[in-house]
Protein backbone atom coordinates (compact mmCIF):
# COMPACT_ATOMS: atom_id res chain seq x y z
CA UNK A 1 0.00 0.00 0.00
CA UNK A 2 1.60 3.06 -1.17
CA UNK A 3 1.40 6.06 1.56
CA UNK A 4 0.21 8.41 -1.29
CA UNK A 5 -3.03 6.55 -1.56
CA UNK A 6 -3.23 6.40 2.11
CA UNK A 7 -5.25 9.03 1.93
CA UNK A 8 -9.51 10.11 1.54
CA UNK A 9 -10.94 10.32 -1.69
CA UNK A 10 -12.30 13.61 -1.46
CA UNK A 11 -8.48 14.75 -1.31
CA UNK A 12 -8.06 13.45 -4.69
CA UNK A 13 -11.02 15.06 -6.02
CA UNK A 14 -10.39 18.19 -4.82
CA UNK A 15 -6.37 17.81 -5.64
CA UNK A 16 -7.63 17.16 -9.13
CA UNK A 17 -10.13 19.48 -9.69
CA UNK A 18 -7.67 22.59 -8.32
CA UNK A 19 -4.81 20.98 -11.35
CA UNK A 20 -7.86 21.31 -13.99
CA UNK A 21 -8.59 24.73 -13.11
CA UNK A 22 -4.73 25.61 -12.67
CA UNK A 23 -5.50 26.63 -9.33
CA UNK A 24 -1.02 26.38 -8.51
CA UNK A 25 -1.08 29.27 -6.32
CA UNK A 26 0.70 28.95 -2.33
CA UNK A 27 -1.99 28.14 -0.18
CA UNK A 28 -1.18 27.53 3.97
CA UNK A 29 -2.84 24.92 5.66
CA UNK A 30 -2.61 25.00 9.53
CA UNK A 31 -2.76 22.02 11.78
CA UNK A 32 -4.22 22.54 15.25
CA UNK A 33 -6.29 20.85 17.99
CA UNK A 34 -9.74 23.07 18.69
CA UNK A 35 -10.08 21.75 22.05
CA UNK A 36 -8.02 19.82 24.81
CA UNK A 37 -9.73 16.13 25.65
CA UNK A 38 -11.57 15.66 28.97
CA UNK A 39 -8.85 15.63 31.46
CA UNK A 40 -5.58 16.48 30.28
CA UNK A 41 -4.37 20.02 30.62
CA UNK A 42 -1.54 20.24 28.25
CA UNK A 43 -0.65 18.19 25.25
CA UNK A 44 2.33 16.98 23.91
CA UNK A 45 3.66 17.85 19.97
CA UNK A 46 4.87 14.71 18.43
CA UNK A 47 4.64 12.75 15.23
CA UNK A 48 6.07 15.63 13.76
CA UNK A 49 9.38 13.40 12.12
CA UNK A 50 7.77 11.06 10.68
CA UNK A 51 5.48 13.47 8.71
CA UNK A 52 8.31 15.12 7.26
CA UNK A 53 9.83 11.52 5.81
CA UNK A 54 6.28 11.35 4.69
CA UNK A 55 6.32 14.57 2.73
CA UNK A 56 10.37 14.18 1.81
CA UNK A 57 9.33 11.29 -0.06
CA UNK A 58 6.15 12.42 -1.03
CA UNK A 59 5.36 12.25 -5.27
CA UNK A 60 2.59 10.30 -6.91
CA UNK A 61 3.69 8.04 -9.24
CA UNK A 62 1.79 5.90 -12.10
CA UNK A 63 0.58 3.44 -10.01
CA UNK A 64 -0.62 5.90 -7.26
CA UNK A 65 -2.79 7.31 -10.33
CA UNK A 66 -4.08 3.57 -11.30
CA UNK A 67 -5.36 3.15 -7.85
CA UNK A 68 -7.13 6.89 -7.78
CA UNK A 69 -8.72 5.71 -11.08
CA UNK A 70 -10.06 2.22 -9.97
CA UNK A 71 -11.20 4.41 -6.74
CA UNK A 72 -13.22 6.22 -8.81
CA UNK A 73 -14.13 3.88 -11.25
CA UNK A 74 -12.42 6.28 -14.09
CA UNK A 75 -10.26 5.67 -16.62
CA UNK A 76 -6.89 5.83 -15.81
CA UNK A 77 -5.88 9.06 -18.22
CA UNK A 78 -8.79 11.13 -16.74
CA UNK A 79 -6.23 10.97 -13.70
CA UNK A 80 -2.95 11.64 -15.15
CA UNK A 81 -3.26 15.51 -14.17
CA UNK A 82 -1.61 14.16 -10.56
CA UNK A 83 1.30 12.17 -12.29
CA UNK A 84 4.68 13.23 -10.72
CA UNK A 85 3.03 15.94 -7.93
CA UNK A 86 5.48 15.62 -5.42
CA UNK A 87 5.86 17.66 -2.44
CA UNK A 88 7.60 20.56 -2.54
CA UNK A 89 6.26 23.48 -0.18
CA UNK A 90 7.63 24.65 3.36
CA UNK A 91 6.81 23.34 6.70
CA UNK A 92 6.85 25.17 9.83
CA UNK A 93 6.03 23.39 12.97
CA UNK A 94 6.62 22.83 16.58
CA UNK A 95 9.44 20.58 17.41
CA UNK A 96 8.47 17.54 19.44
CA UNK A 97 8.19 17.57 22.90
CA UNK A 98 6.99 20.67 23.23
CA UNK A 99 3.86 20.94 25.51
CA UNK A 100 0.90 22.52 23.25
CA UNK A 101 -2.31 23.91 23.63
CA UNK A 102 -5.93 24.26 22.34
CA UNK A 103 -6.28 26.69 18.76
CA UNK A 104 -2.15 26.60 18.77
CA UNK A 105 -0.76 25.02 15.37
CA UNK A 106 1.23 21.99 15.57
CA UNK A 107 2.35 22.58 12.30
CA UNK A 108 1.76 24.83 9.10
CA UNK A 109 1.76 23.31 5.71
CA UNK A 110 2.16 26.30 2.24
CA UNK A 111 2.88 24.65 -0.86
CA UNK A 112 0.87 24.69 -4.43
CA UNK A 113 -2.84 24.27 -3.74
CA UNK A 114 -3.12 20.91 -4.98
CA UNK A 115 0.19 19.74 -2.76
CA UNK A 116 -1.06 20.95 0.17
CA UNK A 117 -4.47 19.36 -0.16
CA UNK A 118 -3.61 16.16 -0.92
CA UNK A 119 -0.94 15.35 2.02
CA UNK A 120 -3.77 16.27 4.25
CA UNK A 121 -5.42 12.96 5.65
CA UNK A 122 -1.79 11.05 6.38
CA UNK A 123 -0.49 14.08 7.84
CA UNK A 124 -3.38 14.53 10.62
CA UNK A 125 -3.08 10.77 10.86
CA UNK A 126 0.34 10.37 12.00
CA UNK A 127 0.24 13.84 14.09
CA UNK A 128 -2.68 13.11 15.93
CA UNK A 129 -2.30 9.29 16.81
CA UNK A 130 1.39 10.35 18.35
CA UNK A 131 0.16 13.44 20.24
CA UNK A 132 -2.53 12.21 21.65
CA UNK A 133 -0.47 8.86 23.11
CA UNK A 134 2.58 11.28 23.93
CA UNK A 135 0.36 13.36 26.48
CA UNK A 136 -0.93 10.08 27.96
CA UNK A 137 2.45 8.81 28.34
CA UNK A 138 3.78 12.30 29.55
CA UNK A 139 0.76 12.04 32.20
CA UNK A 140 2.11 8.39 33.46
CA UNK A 141 5.36 9.98 33.82
CA UNK A 142 3.83 12.57 36.23
CA UNK A 143 2.08 10.56 38.03
CA UNK A 144 4.90 8.24 38.71
CA UNK A 145 7.03 10.58 40.82
CA UNK A 146 9.65 9.87 39.50
CA UNK A 147 9.75 6.16 39.53
CA UNK A 148 10.50 4.45 36.25
CA UNK A 149 8.00 3.58 33.96
CA UNK A 150 7.57 0.93 30.88
CA UNK A 151 6.01 0.69 27.64
CA UNK A 152 3.90 -2.79 27.72
CA UNK A 153 1.75 -1.79 25.06
CA UNK A 154 2.26 -3.69 22.13
CA UNK A 155 -0.43 -6.70 21.97
CA UNK A 156 -2.98 -4.15 22.05
CA UNK A 157 -1.99 -0.75 20.59
CA UNK A 158 -4.04 -0.66 16.94
CA UNK A 159 -1.64 -2.36 14.56
CA UNK A 160 1.89 -3.49 14.76
CA UNK A 161 2.65 0.32 13.61
CA UNK A 162 1.05 1.81 16.32
CA UNK A 163 3.01 -0.24 18.58
CA UNK A 164 6.19 1.24 17.30
CA UNK A 165 4.93 4.87 17.72
CA UNK A 166 3.85 3.97 21.32
CA UNK A 167 7.04 3.09 22.13
CA UNK A 168 8.77 6.50 20.64
CA UNK A 169 6.23 8.24 22.53
CA UNK A 170 7.10 6.45 25.56
CA UNK A 171 10.92 7.36 25.11
CA UNK A 172 9.84 10.70 23.75
CA UNK A 173 8.09 11.54 27.36
CA UNK A 174 10.97 10.08 29.67
CA UNK A 175 9.79 6.01 29.85
CA UNK A 176 12.36 3.68 30.91
CA UNK A 177 12.08 1.05 28.33
CA UNK A 178 9.69 -0.87 26.19
CA UNK A 179 8.52 -4.90 25.64
CA UNK A 180 8.48 -4.01 22.17
CA UNK A 181 11.88 -5.62 20.56
CA UNK A 182 11.64 -3.84 17.23
CA UNK A 183 11.14 -0.75 19.00
CA UNK A 184 13.80 -0.88 21.27
CA UNK A 185 16.37 -2.05 18.64
CA UNK A 186 15.25 0.79 16.30
CA UNK A 187 15.49 3.57 18.86
CA UNK A 188 17.83 2.33 21.02
CA UNK A 189 16.27 2.07 24.41
CA UNK A 190 16.32 -0.86 26.58
CA UNK A 191 13.67 -3.75 26.08
CA UNK A 192 12.17 -5.08 29.05
CA UNK A 193 9.66 -8.20 29.73
CA UNK A 194 9.46 -11.30 31.85
CA UNK A 195 7.36 -13.90 31.56
CA UNK A 196 3.90 -14.85 31.23
CA UNK A 197 1.18 -16.62 33.54
CA UNK A 198 1.55 -19.61 30.34
CA UNK A 199 5.42 -20.40 30.87
CA UNK A 200 4.66 -20.62 34.94
CA UNK A 201 1.33 -23.25 34.14
CA UNK A 202 3.53 -25.56 31.78
CA UNK A 203 5.79 -26.41 34.54
CA UNK A 204 4.14 -28.43 37.76
CA UNK A 205 4.95 -25.88 40.15
CA UNK A 206 5.90 -21.92 40.67
CA UNK A 207 9.45 -23.33 41.66
CA UNK A 208 10.23 -25.55 38.69
CA UNK A 209 9.24 -22.41 36.69
CA UNK A 210 11.23 -19.98 38.17
CA UNK A 211 14.24 -22.18 38.43
CA UNK A 212 14.18 -23.51 34.66
CA UNK A 213 13.56 -19.17 33.78
CA UNK A 214 16.81 -19.01 35.74
CA UNK A 215 18.74 -21.44 34.21
CA UNK A 216 18.35 -20.15 31.05
CA UNK A 217 18.82 -16.21 31.86
CA UNK A 218 21.86 -16.28 33.96
CA UNK A 219 21.29 -12.68 34.42
CA UNK A 220 18.72 -10.65 36.73
CA UNK A 221 15.67 -12.20 36.18
CA UNK A 222 12.19 -11.07 36.89
CA UNK A 223 9.75 -13.64 38.18
CA UNK A 224 5.73 -13.58 38.20
CA UNK A 225 4.16 -14.52 41.26
CA UNK A 226 0.94 -13.93 41.15
CA UNK A 227 -0.46 -16.98 38.54
CA UNK A 228 -2.04 -18.83 41.80
CA UNK A 229 -1.40 -17.24 44.71
CA UNK A 230 0.68 -14.31 45.38
CA UNK A 231 1.96 -14.38 48.90
CA UNK A 232 2.99 -17.87 48.39
CA UNK A 233 4.44 -17.32 44.72
CA UNK A 234 6.57 -14.22 46.48
CA UNK A 235 7.96 -16.81 49.39
CA UNK A 236 9.09 -18.94 46.94
CA UNK A 237 10.34 -16.35 44.45
CA UNK A 238 12.59 -15.30 47.43
CA UNK A 239 13.56 -18.96 48.31
CA UNK A 240 14.65 -19.55 44.44
CA UNK A 241 16.75 -16.27 44.62
CA UNK A 242 18.20 -16.93 47.81
CA UNK A 243 19.55 -20.16 46.62
CA UNK A 244 20.88 -18.80 43.11
CA UNK A 245 22.32 -15.72 45.32
CA UNK A 246 20.50 -13.66 42.47
CA UNK A 247 19.28 -10.96 44.37
CA UNK A 248 20.95 -7.28 42.90
CA UNK A 249 19.32 -6.65 39.79
CA UNK A 250 16.43 -9.19 40.29
CA UNK A 251 12.44 -8.70 40.66
CA UNK A 252 9.30 -9.66 41.02
CA UNK A 253 6.19 -8.77 39.30
CA UNK A 254 2.60 -8.20 40.31
CA UNK A 255 -0.17 -8.37 37.59
CA UNK A 256 -3.50 -7.82 39.26
CA UNK A 257 -5.34 -8.19 42.70
CA UNK A 258 -4.95 -5.11 45.13
CA UNK A 259 -1.50 -3.84 44.13
CA UNK A 260 -1.23 -1.55 47.10
CA UNK A 261 -1.70 -4.64 49.54
CA UNK A 262 0.06 -7.38 47.38
CA UNK A 263 3.20 -5.11 46.83
CA UNK A 264 3.30 -4.27 50.97
CA UNK A 265 2.97 -7.82 51.79
CA UNK A 266 5.39 -8.68 48.93
CA UNK A 267 8.00 -6.41 50.28
CA UNK A 268 7.92 -7.65 53.73
CA UNK A 269 8.44 -11.08 52.24
CA UNK A 270 11.33 -9.99 50.45
CA UNK A 271 12.87 -7.76 52.97
CA UNK A 272 12.57 -10.83 55.55
CA UNK A 273 14.19 -13.29 53.29
CA UNK A 274 17.10 -10.51 53.00
CA UNK A 275 16.19 -9.78 49.78
CA UNK A 276 15.91 -5.65 50.09
CA UNK A 277 17.70 -4.61 46.98
CA UNK A 278 15.22 -7.04 44.81
CA UNK A 279 12.48 -4.40 42.99
CA UNK A 280 8.84 -4.68 42.66
CA UNK A 281 7.32 -4.26 39.91
CA UNK A 282 3.42 -3.74 38.61
CA UNK A 283 1.81 -3.86 35.63
CA UNK A 284 -2.02 -4.95 34.63
CA UNK A 285 -4.54 -2.00 33.56
CA UNK A 286 -2.15 0.51 34.83
CA UNK A 287 -2.51 3.93 33.50
CA UNK A 288 -1.60 7.49 35.01
CA UNK A 289 -4.83 7.15 37.18
CA UNK A 290 -3.86 4.15 38.93
CA UNK A 291 -0.30 5.02 39.13
CA UNK A 292 -1.40 8.06 40.87
CA UNK A 293 -3.43 6.25 43.21
CA UNK A 294 -0.76 3.91 44.02
CA UNK A 295 2.15 6.39 44.64
CA UNK A 296 -0.26 8.69 46.90
CA UNK A 297 -1.18 5.80 48.94
CA UNK A 298 2.52 4.81 49.27
CA UNK A 299 2.59 1.62 47.85
CA UNK A 300 6.36 0.15 48.00
CA UNK A 301 6.64 -0.39 44.00
CA UNK A 302 9.84 0.33 42.47
CA UNK A 303 8.77 0.35 38.52
CA UNK A 304 5.05 0.58 36.73
CA UNK A 305 4.46 -1.26 33.52
CA UNK A 306 1.48 0.34 31.79
CA UNK A 307 -0.14 -1.16 28.40
CA UNK A 308 -2.79 -0.46 27.00
CA UNK A 309 -4.70 1.92 28.38
CA UNK A 310 -1.87 3.83 27.63
CA UNK A 311 -1.00 2.55 24.38
CA UNK A 312 -4.25 3.61 22.78
CA UNK A 313 -5.27 6.44 25.26
CA UNK A 314 -8.21 4.39 26.07
CA UNK A 315 -10.00 7.72 28.04
CA UNK A 316 -9.19 10.32 25.29
CA UNK A 317 -8.65 8.35 21.98
CA UNK A 318 -8.18 10.73 19.57
CA UNK A 319 -7.82 14.69 19.18
CA UNK A 320 -10.29 17.24 17.78
CA UNK A 321 -7.81 18.49 15.45
CA UNK A 322 -8.57 20.12 12.02
CA UNK A 323 -6.37 21.36 8.77
CA UNK A 324 -7.61 23.91 8.12
CA UNK A 325 -6.74 26.69 4.60
CA UNK A 326 -5.57 29.69 6.25
CA UNK A 327 -4.42 31.57 3.21
CA UNK A 328 -4.51 31.14 -0.56
CA UNK A 329 -2.81 33.10 -3.19
CA UNK A 330 -1.34 35.85 -0.27
CA UNK A 331 -5.19 36.21 0.80
CA UNK A 332 -6.16 35.29 4.19
CA UNK A 333 -8.92 32.77 4.62
CA UNK A 334 -11.41 31.28 7.42
CA UNK A 335 -14.05 29.61 7.93
CA UNK A 336 -17.23 30.45 9.61
CA UNK A 337 -18.79 27.54 10.51
CA UNK A 338 -21.05 27.02 13.41
CA UNK A 339 -18.94 26.03 16.74
CA UNK A 340 -15.68 26.03 14.07
CA UNK A 341 -14.35 29.17 13.53
CA UNK A 342 -11.09 29.19 12.02
CA UNK A 343 -9.04 31.87 12.56
CA UNK A 344 -6.97 33.51 9.42
CA UNK A 345 -3.81 34.02 8.19
CA UNK A 346 -0.28 32.26 9.01
CA UNK A 347 0.46 31.90 12.46
CA UNK A 348 3.52 31.86 15.26
CA UNK A 349 3.03 31.28 18.93
CA UNK A 350 5.22 33.17 20.98
CA UNK A 351 5.92 31.84 24.50
CA UNK A 352 7.07 33.93 27.83
CA UNK A 353 7.73 32.37 30.91
CA UNK A 354 4.91 33.18 32.97
CA UNK A 355 2.48 34.27 30.59
CA UNK A 356 0.40 32.94 28.56
CA UNK A 357 1.05 31.92 24.98
CA UNK A 358 0.08 34.10 22.50
CA UNK A 359 -1.23 32.93 19.42
CA UNK A 360 -0.09 35.54 16.88
CA UNK A 361 0.47 36.44 12.57
CA UNK A 362 3.88 34.67 11.55
CA UNK A 363 4.89 38.34 10.48
CA UNK A 364 4.50 40.12 14.13
CA UNK A 365 7.47 40.65 16.86
CA UNK A 366 7.04 38.62 19.90
CA UNK A 367 6.70 40.29 23.56
CA UNK A 368 9.71 40.94 25.28
CA UNK A 369 12.26 37.62 26.04
CA UNK A 370 9.10 35.17 24.23
CA UNK A 371 10.02 32.91 21.53
CA UNK A 372 8.74 31.55 18.41
CA UNK A 373 7.31 27.74 19.10
CA UNK A 374 7.13 27.24 15.13
CA UNK A 375 10.14 26.87 13.26
CA UNK A 376 10.63 26.06 9.80
CA UNK A 377 11.77 22.75 9.28
CA UNK A 378 11.35 21.60 5.63
CA UNK A 379 11.81 24.51 2.76
CA UNK A 380 11.54 23.02 -1.33
CA UNK A 381 10.34 20.13 0.28
CA UNK A 382 13.65 19.13 1.81
CA UNK A 383 14.63 19.21 5.63
CA UNK A 384 16.23 22.70 6.72
CA UNK A 385 18.06 20.54 9.36
CA UNK A 386 19.04 16.75 10.43
CA UNK A 387 16.74 14.89 11.60
CA UNK A 388 15.34 15.71 15.31
CA UNK A 389 16.26 13.03 18.30
CA UNK A 390 13.66 11.68 20.83
CA UNK A 391 15.96 12.32 23.21
CA UNK A 392 16.34 16.05 21.96
CA UNK A 393 12.41 16.30 22.38
CA UNK A 394 12.64 14.81 25.98
CA UNK A 395 14.90 17.55 27.13
CA UNK A 396 12.30 19.89 25.89
CA UNK A 397 9.20 17.96 27.79
CA UNK A 398 10.86 18.21 30.35
CA UNK A 399 11.63 22.06 30.63
CA UNK A 400 8.12 22.60 29.45
CA UNK A 401 6.45 20.47 31.95
CA UNK A 402 8.41 22.51 34.66
CA UNK A 403 6.90 25.61 33.36
CA UNK A 404 3.61 24.56 33.84
CA UNK A 405 1.48 25.67 36.28
CA UNK A 406 0.47 23.02 38.84
CA UNK A 407 -2.94 23.00 37.82
CA UNK A 408 -2.54 21.77 34.65
CA UNK A 409 -0.01 18.93 35.80
CA UNK A 410 -2.16 17.55 38.28
CA UNK A 411 -3.61 13.81 37.36
CA UNK A 412 -7.43 14.53 38.36
CA UNK A 413 -9.19 17.33 37.34
CA UNK A 414 -6.66 19.43 35.41
CA UNK A 415 -6.89 22.77 34.05
CA UNK A 416 -6.47 23.12 30.49
CA UNK A 417 -3.62 25.88 29.81
CA UNK A 418 -5.26 28.77 27.61
CA UNK A 419 -3.83 30.77 24.81
CA UNK A 420 -4.55 33.95 23.92
CA UNK A 421 -4.48 36.03 20.37
CA UNK A 422 -2.44 38.82 19.32
CA UNK A 423 -4.48 42.29 18.84
CA UNK A 424 -3.66 42.05 14.94
CA UNK A 425 -4.64 38.35 14.59
CA UNK A 426 -8.17 39.36 16.09
CA UNK A 427 -8.29 42.19 14.28
CA UNK A 428 -7.30 40.67 10.87
CA UNK A 429 -10.52 38.02 12.02
CA UNK A 430 -12.88 40.19 12.20
CA UNK A 431 -11.78 41.93 9.07
CA UNK A 432 -11.63 38.82 7.31
CA UNK A 433 -15.15 37.64 8.72
CA UNK A 434 -16.54 41.19 7.43
CA UNK A 435 -15.50 40.94 4.15
CA UNK A 436 -16.96 37.23 3.83
CA UNK A 437 -20.25 38.40 5.42
CA UNK A 438 -20.26 40.85 2.90
CA UNK A 439 -19.45 38.89 -0.14
CA UNK A 440 -22.36 36.57 0.76
CA UNK A 441 -24.89 39.19 1.59
CA UNK A 442 -23.98 41.15 -1.80
CA UNK A 443 -26.70 40.10 -4.69
CA UNK A 444 -24.00 41.06 -7.24
CA UNK A 445 -22.32 38.10 -8.40
CA UNK A 446 -19.58 40.41 -9.96
CA UNK A 447 -19.16 41.90 -6.79
CA UNK A 448 -18.89 38.37 -4.76
CA UNK A 449 -16.32 36.76 -7.41
CA UNK A 450 -14.25 40.70 -6.84
CA UNK A 451 -14.15 39.88 -2.93
Request: hydrophobic share 40%.
Amino acid sequence: MSDVTTTDLYEVTMALSYLREDMREPATFSLFVRDLPPGRGFLVAAGLEPALDFLAGFRVEREDAEEFAAALHRPVRDLEPLLGLAFEGEVRAVPEGHTVFAGEPLLEVTAPLPQAQLVETYLLNLVCHQTVVASKAARCVLAAAGRPVVDFSLRRTHGPWAGLQAARMGALVGFAGTSNVAAATALGIPASGTMAHSYIETFPDEEEAFRAFARCHPGPVTFLVDTYDTEAGVRIAARVLNDLRRGPGCAIRLDSGDLDALARRSRAVLDAAGLTDVRIVASGGLDEYGVARLVRAGAPIDVYAVGTRVGVSADASYLDAAYKLVEYDGRPMMKLSSAKVTAPGRKQVHRRAGHPDVIALAGEEPPDSARPLLHTVMRGGRRTGAPDRWQDARERLREDIAGLPESARRIDDPEPVRATHSRALEELTMKVRADIESRIRSPDPAARAAG
